[in-house]
Structure formats: C-alpha cells, structure tokens
Nanobody, 128 residues
Framework: QVQLVESGGGLVQAGGSLRLSCAAS????????MGWFRQAPGKEREFVAA????????YYADSVKGRFTISRDVAKNTLYVQMDSLKPEDTAVYYC?????????????????????WGLGTQVTVSS
C-alpha cells in the first residue's frame, strides 16, 4: 500500500505562485509513475501533469504547459509541482496519484483509471 498526502495549497492572487508537495509513505515510489490531477466544483477530475519513475520524462496538460513544473525527489519519496502565473481558472482541489511503472505514454498518464493510489487533495484558490 502507498499513502499519499498533499500539502502546499492555499489562497493566492492571480499571477502568483504556489508549490504543492505530495509525500508518499508505505513503500518507496522510486519505480512508480506519479501525477497531479485537479477537480474544480461541478467538473470532472482532469489531468495536470505526470512524471516518469526516472524523473526524466514529463507530460503536461495544454492548459498548464509553460506555467507548471512537475518534479520528484526520490530520496524524499516526494512529488512536487511548481505553479507559476496562476489564473483564476486554476482554482481546484489538487490531487497526487501514482501507479507502478509500466507504460509511460500520454494516453496512459492522462487517465484517472491508470492510477492505483490517490491522496485526499489540497485546495488551491486563485483570486482575480
């Protein structure tokens, strides 16, 4: 079993930045793919970004490309996303998720059904 706990959410003005963290416990996730998703009120959960087990390869949603940066610290068993130039439409609950490394392809990492473990989420609110 893997437990994931997100932190770092909060209220920020448009144009500001936040850095979310996701601490994994229970086992090492060094050979797991990790990703970030978000869900706004009344909307479905959507893909934000994913990173391969090696940390070398990444995918981003078009809506965040160039503004968000996903990274991982294997030694700390922790996933991050640096969010810059935040917009009101980035307001959502942000979730981290992970699955044991297999195929790292866009069609796989964007699907919620690919992920085995999920955190409970952290709220990000961007005011205009």
């Amino acid at each position: 079993q893997v437990q994931l706990v997100e932190s770092g959410g909060g209220l920020v003005q448009a144009g500001g930045s936040l850095r979310l963290s996701c601490a994994a416990s229970g086992r090492s996730v060094s050979n797991y793919v990790m990703g970030w998703f978000r869900q706004a009120p009344g909307k479905e959960r959507e893909f934000v970004a994913a990173i391969s087990w090696s940390g070398i390869s990444t995918y981003y949603a078009d809506s965040v490309k160039g503004r968000f940066t996903i990274s991982r610290d294997v030694a700390k068993n922790t996933l991050y996303v640096q969010m810059d130039s935040l917009k009101p439409e980035d307001t959502a609950v942000y979730y981290c998720a992970t699955y044991l490394a297999g195929k790292f392809a866009r069609e796989v990492v964007v699907a919620t059904t690919s992920y085995e473990y999920w955190g409970l989420g952290t709220q990000v609110t961007v005011s205009s």
